[in-house]
């Protein structure tokens, strides 16, 4: 199965939206439900440095009427986890790093392009599938995931570490499509 998140310059769909004019593409790849999922990330007009890189719970079907890029993309939820996540009113949910959705947790822009190309075996594109991640939301954030690592001063700081790596505000968001159902 392969599924897309497209990415249009100047250009708000549907299924994608950016703050910055951003053209290119995020691939997923998986063969079969026992194999690791390849993503192969391709982006060009992404600010320089480090940007966390997540799947966000809803799709972007789900989202109301929104003023703004930021606003559309903070209506996606949090990140994508089959476990209840960690919260102050839940303390043994499953941290920041440990969710479905925190995939490789940054990508990196330079000279205004973004290349990346990893596997993760905690999603899957296949129905059916409690991880399965078709139609939730790809969120690329303005600053660099922490990874979930608290050693900030401000116990703030720390919090939301273990909640989204405090990788900043969300500048691009775009629905994950199917694109192709047949094993290869």
């Not at 690329?140 to 401000?154: A, F, Q, R, S, V």
């Not at 700081?157 to 790596?165: R, W």
């Not at 990788?167 to 290869?184: D, F, H, M, V």
């Amino acid at each position: 199965m392969k599924a897309i998140v497209l990415f249009h310059p100047n250009k708000k769909s549907l299924y994608s939206m950016a703050e910055v004019p951003l053209d290119g593409f995020v691939l997923f790849n998986q063969h079969d439900t026992e194999e690791k999922v390849k993503v192969t990330v391709y982006l060009r007009g992404l600010p320089e440095g480090a940007h966390g890189f997540h799947i966000h719970e809803k799709s972007m079907s789900e989202i109301k009427k929104c003023s703004d890029v930021k606003d559309c993309c903070k209506q996606l939820g949090g990140h994508f986890s089959v476990d209840p996540v960690w919260s102050l009113d839940n303390l043994s949910g499953v941290k920041h790093g440990q969710h479905n959705g925190d995939l490789c947790f940054n990508i990196v822009s330079e000279d205004g392009i973004a290349e990346h190309y990893f596997q993760v075996d905690n999603i899957s594109l296949f129905p059916g599938e409690k991880d399965n991640v078709i139609n939730r939301s790809l969120v690329i954030h303005d600053g660099e995931d922490d990874m979930g690592h608290t050693h900030y001063e401000e116990e703030e700081k720390n919090i939301e570490s273990m909640i989204t790596g405090n990788a900043g505000s969300r500048i691009a968001c775009g629905e994950i499509k199917l694109i192709q159902n047949e094993r290869i």
